[in-house]
């Protein structure tokens, strides 16, 4: 966990713990979290069991790991795209990303914390649920912003 960085804001320095189901992974991150999403693609819907999942970026240095390493595995969805879960109760924990190692996507659903920051963007509504309604002015995106063409890499 690093130390508090010049021109940081403490408020948004919050400090956030989370966990699996079954409270073998243990967890804290150092916020603020950054590109808050909800994506709506077919592997997160699948990883998530829901209509679509929450995630955030947060730099690596920023994420401890506090109990249960020994719990975690990862399964490659994608070619460099690593997704982290619970080996015991299949909570899905993170994502890692060969494209971006310095940060980690988490999945804001084993917050165990308060969080109390927007959401920011909606992706890969394309995918979604008709179940899944939008009543309200996030911005929506079709694939993922700034992909080419129809080959989307998932959150």
């Known amino acids: 966990m690093s130390d508090s960085r010049a021109g940081d804001d403490p408020v948004d320095a919050k400090l956030l713990m989370g966990s699996c189901l079954c409270g073998g992974v243990r967890y804290r991150a150092e916020g603020p979290l950054t590109l808050v999403t909800r994506c709506h693609c077919l592997q997160c819907r699948k990883q998530s069991g829901a209509e679509f999942a929450t995630n955030a970026s947060l730099e690596n240095d920023r994420f401890e790991l506090l109990e249960g390493e020994a719990l975690l595995r990862d399964f490659e969805s994608s070619p460099g795209e690593k997704r982290i879960f619970c ?5 899905s924990i993170l994502k ?47 694939t993922l912003p700034g992909a080419a063409s129809s080959d989307p890499k998932s959150d």
């Open 87 to 91: 080996g015991q109760c299949g909570s």
């Open 96 to 142: 890692r990303s060969a494209a971006s190692p310095d940060f980690v996507r988490l999945r804001l659903g084993c917050l165990d914390s308060d969080f109390d920051q927007k959401i920011q963007i909606r992706i890969f509504t394309e995918s979604r649920l008709a179940i899944s309604e939008f009543s309200d002015d996030i911005p929506s995106f079709e």
